[in-house]
């Protein structure tokens, strides 16, 4: 029985490592769109790379490189950026249970919180499992997200207009494929519909960059609100 | 300029991360807190669909890029790949810009 258990592990382990590797490689392709988006919106190959490896935070670069490619005020960059990553902070409260760590072994961790890491552990059932792939995927999705920022960079120099190959369109339509999973019930599907209604309706009477934080602004506000309506129900059912 | 702008975003995305790995426990119980963690993601990506699709500089056009998004969800609806959503989106744009 207990080599039936130690069989059933290292497939267990197996699964995690196999599907860690396939993420990452998901992942590359995007990469490499964000590395030729970042030299059209005019950064440099340095800075591109520096994003990639330092920043490592998929929607938060484009953010960054989205505010910088319309015209907008780097800092402005710097905060729809922070305002992205800032989900990450809130992976790393569910994570930080499973990976007790102090010292550099926790800001390695933290490196590599991001969206696939996170999901990837909280898919695991067992806490092994779920520090096992969420270890596996950083690293894996890290790597490929780095090398392919440099080649879609480098790749970006020898086009005349990115333009041309619809490279513009790419952002947006990743965005669309990471936020439908999530699109799951009434309050998420108002929340989209009134970010995108906010953003837009500011694009006109504002600097680039401020029409996404405005629309930040409102949602919280919006949350706020939800939660207060929904404190007040539970604590009339409550009594 | 830039360039600090760029290590700036490197050094709050990393803060941010370590942030979220050093925080009490008690603090995920808020129901406030998980409400804005699960409501602001989804805003924040439909404000920039919804503006890397239709702005250009200051103004609202409709362009090739809507196509290419449109061709996104209607693949996103039908379950499609994550790299054919990326790669179909880029080709319908470049065709209509033709």
């Excluded at chain 1, 922070?82 to 990976?99: D, E, M, P, Q």
């Excluded at chain 1, 096992?132 to 120099?157: D, E, I, P, S």
């Excluded at chain 1, 500011?202 to 934080?213: E, F, H, I, K, N």
């Excluded at chain 2, 200051?58 to 054919?84: I, K």
Aim: hydrophobic share 55%; glycine share 10%.
């Amino acid at each position: 029985v207990a080599q039936r258990i130690d069989e059933h592990t290292r497939a267990a382990r197996r699964r995690v490592l196999r599907n860690a590797l396939g993420v990452g490689l998901a992942t590359g392709a995007y990469g490499l769109s964000f590395g030729a988006l970042s030299i059209t919106s005019g950064m440099s190959l340095a800075q591109t790379c520096v994003l990639s490896a330092l920043m490592f935070s998929g929607s938060a670069q484009f953010g960054f490189v989205g505010v910088i490619d319309a015209g907008g005020a780097p800092f402005a960059g710097v905060a729809t950026g922070a305002l992205l990553a800032s989900r990450n902070s809130l992976y790393g409260l569910h994570l930080s249970r499973l990976l007790r760590r102090r010292g550099l072994r926790r800001a390695a961790a933290a490196h590599l919180v991001i969206d696939e890491s996170a999901a990837m552990s909280m898919a695991e059932g067992s806490d092994e499992l779920a520090r096992l792939g969420f270890w596996r995927t950083g690293l894996a999705v890290f790597c490929c997200w780095n090398v392919a920022t440099v080649l879609g960079a480098v790749g970006a120099r020898f086009l005349s207009d990115p333009g041309r190959l619809g490279l513009d369109a790419v952002a947006p339509a990743a965005f669309v494929a990471l936020m439908a999973p999530r699109l799951r019930s009434a309050p998420a599907w108002f929340t989209a519909l009134v970010g995108g209604g906010v953003a837009l309706a500011a694009v006109p009477v504002t600097p680039a960059g401020t029409p996404v934080l405005l629309a930040a602004v409102v949602i919280v506000g919006v949350a706020l609100r939800g939660s207060r309506h929904r404190t007040y129900r539970t604590d009339r059912e409550a009594g | 300029m830039l360039w600090l702008a760029t290590l700036a975003a490197a050094a709050c995305s990393f803060a941010l991360k370590l942030a979220g790995l050093s925080v009490p426990q008690r603090i995920l119980r808020d129901g406030r807190v998980q409400r804005i963690a699960a409501l602001l993601p989804i805003g924040l990506l439909a404000a920039l669909v919804a503006t890397q699709t239709f702005a250009a500089g200051r103004h609202l056009s409709v362009d090739a890029r809507v196509a290419g998004v449109g061709c996104a969800v209607a693949l996103t609806w039908r379950r499609a790949p994550f790299l054919m959503v990326v790669l179909s989106a880029a080709a319908v744009t470049a065709l209509v810009r033709r």
